[in-house]
């Protein structure tokens, strides 16, 4: 079964012309191909996505995404968790716990892996931070956490405990932006000259050049973040928000 949204990508193109596309990334398929999948990671993750009645996920996601490549539905060691999960069991009441996760690559990830979590018993909140690749659970002590886990990686997702990096990464986005903030400020005082009548002479030229120095800085100091994410979309051939 295809999804509506799915079945618009495949079929807005005459068919004569029309590309064979991979029924779960999107990506064109080789002439040579006889399946309707480019790797077998992309066909259990659909079948997965259909037999667990999720197929919004694709009428979410209009856009190609890198494949699967590998399938990881088989069963990895979770030796990581057990720690995190016999601190949050002692509590024996409601717990917040952050993990980290890898693959998330488009808003309707972000769904997947919310409707997978409310599908558990115990599971009272979530909130995934694809740009932190960071999830924050709110789970109470009957929530089977190992369940979410093996359950949710079977769609291509990785967790792991959270690292330093994360949060390191977390500070460097807020110092950008606090970075970005006073420059922006100090622009504006620059600019009420020009409202109060100073359209010529050395100290508008001046503030004209600073301003356009403050400018430049901000877009390398600020941008820099969404050029590094762009041109690894590209890399992929995807394109996003950024």
Known sequence: ????????????????SAP?????????LAASDKSAFCCAGCEIVHGLLVAGDLEHYY????????PVVEARGE???????????????????ATSIDLDIQGIQCTACVWLIETLFRRCRGGNDIVVNPALGRARLVI???FDLASFVR????????????LKRAESRRSNIVARMGVCLAIA?????????SYAGLHSGPIHLLFQRTSLL????????????FFRSAWQGLRRGILHLD
């Open 1 to 16: 079964m295809i999804s509506t949204a799915r079945r618009f990508v495949l079929d807005d193109r005459p068919a004569s």
């Open 20 to 28: 064979r596309l991979c029924l779960h990334c999107y990506n064109e």
């Open 59 to 66: 009428d979410l996601r209009t856009q190609n995404t890198a």
């Open 75 to 93: 069963r990895r060691d979770l030796k990581w968790l057990e720690e995190i999960d016999a601190r949050r069991v002692a509590t024996g009441g």
């Open 140 to 142: 109470a002590a009957d």
């Open 151 to 162: 359950d949710t990686e079977r769609f291509g997702y990785l967790f792991g405990k959270p």
């Open 185 to 193: 400020m100090n622009a504006m005082i620059l600019g009420i000259a």
């Open 214 to 225: 403050l400018g430049f800085l901000s877009v390398i100091i600020g941008g820099s973040v």
